[in-house]
């Protein structure tokens, strides 16, 4: 009989699967919020064997504390919302997290673009 092997990326999967359904729910539920309309989910991480999933999230909104303080007041409806569309027994912890990626990648270009204009 052969070994079963261990699915590595399971992890993974399940947190791109919570990803995709918070998205989901994002846009149907709190469609109409102004601040959350403009929440875009950019990645997911799973921790603490599949109990726990991170999920980042990008807006051009300025006041990135509000858009926080917005979501984690809603994670908990949002997270009741999931179970009811998840097929799994246990339904993962939501965690939202800025993802300040964009706004470096604008701050080095911005920097580069200063250096080019000053070799002229």
């Known amino acids: 009989m052969a070994k079963r092997q261990f699915n590595s990326n399971r992890g993974e999967r399940i947190a791109a699967k919570v990803q995709v359904l918070v998205a989901e729910i994002l846009r149907d539920v709190y469609g109409d919020d102004p601040i959350v309309s403009g929440v875009s989910l950019v ?28 979501l984690d007041k809603i994670t908990r409806s949002v997270r009741f919302e999931l179970a009811a569309r998840m097929n799994q027994k246990y339904v993962p912890d939501i965690k939202f997290a800025y993802d300040d990626t964009l706004d470096k990648a604008e701050r080095i270009d911005e920097l580069l673009n200063n250096l080019t204009l000053g070799e002229e």
Do not use: E, M, W
């Open 43 to 70: 990645g997911s991480i799973a921790h603490g064997g599949l109990q726990f999933v991170r999920l980042f999230y990008y807006t051009r909104n300025p006041d990135v504390a509000a858009v926080q303080a917005k």
